[in-house]
Structure formats: C-alpha cells, structure tokens
C-alpha cells in the first residue's frame, strides 16, 4: 500500500498550480478493485468480504470510489495543494484497509453490517472510515435491543405460568359457586379467593417491573 502510494502520488513540490493537479482517480480506484477481487468470494453479482456482504457489485464499486477519489483532487484544486490530494488519497486508502480488516470480526451480525453500510454509502461514494465506525455504534444498539428483548421475553414467560395458574383459580372459583352449599365449601372458596389475589398481585408486581 505505502509503495503504491509513493508511486501515484509522488510529486517534487506540495504546492502548485491547480491547473497541474492531474487526477490519479482511475489508478487509485483500480488498485482497490483489483485488491479487492484477490480478498472476496462468490459470483454473479453477489460477493463477500469474509463473509460479509460488499452490497455492489464492481462496476458499482468502480463508479463509486472513482467518485470518492475525485472528490480529493476537487479539494486538492481548490486548496492549490498536491500534498492535501496525496494525503486525501492516503486517508481513502487506509480506510480501505480498516474496513477489510473489520469484516473479519465474526462478532459483526449481517444486520449490523448492512446498517453501517447504508450509513457509509450514501450519496456517490464510499467512506470505508465511517462504515468501520459505524459498525461499533450500530452493534452496541442492537446489542441492547437484544438484551431487551430477552428481558421482555423473560418476564413474558413469567407471566404466562402466573396468567396459567390465575385462569384455573378463576374456574375454580366459577365451579365452587355454582355447587350446592355444603360443609367446607366456604373455605374451599376463601383458599381460592386468596390465591387469586396473591396472584393478582404477583402479575401486577411483574408488569411494573
């Protein structure tokens, strides 16, 4: 990579005239391209990275980075300056790196990885920093929507053998009521009565958790 660099982007002065900054674009985007074929597998259009999607195939990906190398030699003009254009195109590359490198964490989940992608792709071009960067903040949200969900789903299944036990009092009690006054029956009906109600408060106490 530092090779590469010191050849595209050699130069014996860091100022100069706008009008000589030439763009190195094309050769910044097929060297990606090019590594970046060595690195993914599949075909057809659907590649991965480690087995992580790359989301486009490589005319989309061509198009986009040579969008995204451009944009520094628009600023490189602008600010009069080949060393920003080597710098620009420097930063682009090391991104590149970091995200090859992120996509072989196998703690990384599809869905984050889409999420810092759709983050990282918008517009015309790509920044490889923002999707690296993203991935840590869209993993610590879906990390707590998990945990959430396992609370939720744990109080559910708490209450479901409360809900259970309460509906059988109740049919219980609904029995004892239509049978005939008997000796016992009263107090069968208050040990029902009193169950309901500590169960009643035990969904209740659950709930407002």
């Known amino acids: 990579m530092k090779n590469f660099l ?5 130069c014996t002065s860091c100022i100069s005239y706008a009008a000589q900054i030439e763009s190195k674009a094309s050769q910044a985007t ?12 599949g075909s057809n259009g659907k590649f991965s990275l480690n087995n992580k999607p790359i989301l486009f195939d490589f005319d989309v990906w061509g198009v986009r980075l040579n969008l995204t190398f451009e944009r520094c030699d628009d600023a ?7 060393s ?5 195109y420097t930063n682009i590359l090391k991104g590149y790196d970091h995200w090859v490198e992120a996509s072989k964490d196998p703690t990384i989940a599809l869905h984050t990885w889409r999420a810092a992608a759709s983050d990282a792709t918008r517009g015309n071009d790509i920044d490889f920093d923002h999707w690296v960067s993203m991935l ?4 610590a949200k879906f ?42 029956h009263d107090k069968k009906m208050d040990e029902l009565l009193i169950r309901q109600k500590e169960l009643q408060e035990k969904i209740a106490e659950i ?3």
């Not at 097929?30 to 597998?41: A, E, G, M, R, S």
């Not at 920003?84 to 620009?88: F, M, V």
């Open 143 to 184: 990390d707590k929507l998990d945990k959430d969900n396992a609370a939720r789903n744990k109080l559910y299944s708490e209450l479901d053998t409360y809900d259970a036990e309460l509906r059988q009092v109740v049919m219980q009690l609904t029995h004892e009521r239509q049978k005939p006054s008997l000796f016992g």
């Open 30 to 41: 097929k060297y990606v391209i090019d590594d970046l074929k060595h690195k993914v597998t």
């Open 6 to 10: 010191l050849l595209l982007l050699m």
């Open 76 to 82: 490189a003009r602008y600010f009069n300056s080949e």
């Open 207 to 209: 709930r407002n958790k």
């Open 136 to 139: 840590s903040v869209y993993q």
């Open 84 to 88: 920003y254009q080597k710098d620009c």
